[in-house]
T-cell receptor, first 114, second 116 residues
Framework: AQSVTQPDIHITVSEGASLELRCNYS??????LFWYVQSPGQGLQLLLK??????LVQGIKGFEAEFKRSQSSFNLRKPSVHWSDAAEYFC????????????FGTGTKLQVIP | DTGVSQDPRHKITKRGQNVTFRCDPI?????LYWYRQTLGQGPEFLTYFQNEAQLEKSRLLSDRFSAERPKGSFSTLEIQRTEQGDSAMYLC??????????????FGPGTRLLVL
């Protein structure tokens, strides 16, 4: 079965600094890959997704992610973090074909300090 | 607002009571999913509907849980004889399927359940 690992439970960055959130997946082939963001008490908002093609994908709110097949990774990046980016970020995978059950990582909580 | 909506947003109940949650998907989305999210964890898949048919149920979904989507539109998730371990956020998502195409699930705001 597929799995998703987000090794960082908590990350603190200063406002204006760059950000990289790590995500590794385990699956025999290339799954579909997603990043979602969840603000406190809220549902999940899709930031970006990768299905195929260009391995650098752009998302909303200035986020981007790069798919690296050799490393089974899909890390999320933002060049300059804003205080409003403080939230929990979930990496997720879907196995192509059939219905598409999303498997989520355990999340990385981002704190932004002034 | 044409997003996924869930009702209620919060529910507090006593152990042993029954609760029911509702999810209204995005119009014309034929797939609907329920997930459960406990504190500090990512959401976990519970069940999935294509139109009105429930096609997959997770082993997490015990006999006390039942979900329906009677007309292929809104869905309900009922928990009977609630236990404290049922306390969680229950998330609903919807998507539109297409042959030989990818899909994206759109999530609702969730229903947070607290069982006392």
């Amino acid at each position: 079965a597929q799995s998703v690992t987000q090794p960082d439970i908590h990350i603190t960055v200063s406002e204006g600094a760059s950000l990289e959130l790590r995500c590794n997946y385990s699956y025999g082939a290339t799954p579909y890959l997603f990043w979602y963001v969840q603000s406190p008490g809220q549902g999940l908002q899709l930031l970006l997704k990768y299905f195929s093609g260009d391995t650098l994908v752009q998302g909303i709110k200035g986020f981007e992610a790069e798919f690296k097949r050799s490393q089974s990774s899909f890390n999320l990046r933002k060049p300059s973090v804003h205080w409003s980016d403080a939230a929990e970020y979930f990496c997720a995978v879907v196995i192509p074909g059939g219905y598409q059950k999303v498997t989520f990582g355990t999340g990385t909580k981002l704190q932004v300090i002034p | 607002d044409t997003g996924v909506s869930q009702d209620p947003r919060h529910k507090i109940t006593k152990r042993g009571q029954n609760v029911t949650f509702r999810c209204d998907p995005i119009s014309e989305h034929n797939r609907l999913y329920w997930y459960r999210q406990t504190l500090g964890q990512g959401p976990e898949f519970l069940t999935y509907f294509q139109n009105e048919a429930q096609l997959e149920k997770s082993r997490l979904l015990s006999d006390r849980f039942s979900a329906e989507r009677p007309k292929g539109s809104f869905s309900t998730l009922e928990i009977q004889r609630t236990e404290q371990g049922d306390s969680a956020m229950y998330l609903c998502a919807s998507s539109v399927s297409a042959a030989y195409s990818t899909e994206t699930q759109y999530f609702g705001p969730g229903t947070r359940l607290l069982v006392l």
